[in-house]
């Protein structure tokens, strides 16, 4: 059985510019969930699906984070524009339900420069 | 909310030792995780234990919810144990909350 997937592994930016991070959970999951993770922190969730629904965003920062689950199986975050601050490991996890095991993919290491 | 703490912060083995990692927890929770991070930053799951005792291999791990604890167990430990440990709990709303980790680095 295939485990999350996320791409790209590694991003650089300049600050000010725009990124996409990508997603697929495991087939049949029906939640995901994206976390943020800074340097030797544990992740922070940023915002939970229950298939096409975003049940829970309260902690995404609205005005430059968007995320979307159009057809209840891959998602796609975005930051725009992006800041210093934002460098970090963005982690997608997804489970059969909730409260479920978790399983996490290996994240998207980000660069803002 | 919940808080999750996590001791100790930082543990040195060698290689073929015991050791015992804790994770506190300040309200009732749904379940409970224990989660491994490797040194590539890939978080494997390692126990799902909202109560009771489970062992895989090596490893074991005991939730008394009663009292707002779990364990983590690593017995002859090998330098492939190094990375983060992870206690995570899922509070009312389903939100996992992670503490912040004991790392653990195995000398060969």
């Known amino acids: 059985e295939a485990g999350v997937v996320q791409s790209p592994r590694y991003k650089i930016i300049e600050k000010k510019q725009p990124v996409a991070f990508w997603c697929n959970p495991i087939?049949?999951?029906?939640?995901l969930y994206w976390y943020l993770q800074n340097l030797g922190q544990g992740p922070e969730l940023l915002i939970r699906?229950?298939?096409?629904?975003?049940?829970?965003d309260s902690q995404l920062p609205k005005d430059r984070f968007s995320a979307e689950r159009l057809k209840g199986v891959d998602s796609t975050l975005k930051i725009q524009p992006a800041e210093l601050g934002d460098s970090a490991v963005y982690l997608c996890?997804?489970?059969?339900?909730?409260?479920?095991?978790?399983?996490f993919g290996p994240g998207t290491r980000l660069t803002v420069l | 909310g919940i808080q999750v703490e996590q001791s100790p912060p930082d543990l040195i083995l060698q290689e073929g030792a015991n050791s015992t990692l804790r994770c506190n927890f300040s309200?009732?929770?749904?379940?409970l995780q224990w989660f491994h991070q490797n040194p590539w930053g890939q978080l494997i799951n390692l126990f799902y234990i909202p109560s009771g005792t489970k062992q895989n291999g090596r490893l074991s791990a005991t939730t008394v919810a009663t009292e707002r604890y779990s364990l983590l167990y690593i017995s002859s430990s090998q330098t492939t144990d190094s990375g983060v440990y992870f206690c995570?709990?899922?509070?009312?709303?389903?939100?996992?909350?992670f503490g912040s980790g004991t790392r653990l680095l195995v000398r060969p």
């Open positions: 995570a709990v899922t509070d009312s709303s389903y939100k996992l909350i």
């Open positions: 699906y229950e298939n096409e629904e975003a049940v829970d």
């Open positions: 996890a997804s489970s059969f339900s909730e409260p479920d095991t978790q399983y």
């Open positions: 087939s049949g999951h029906n939640t």
């Open positions: 309200d009732s929770v749904n379940n």
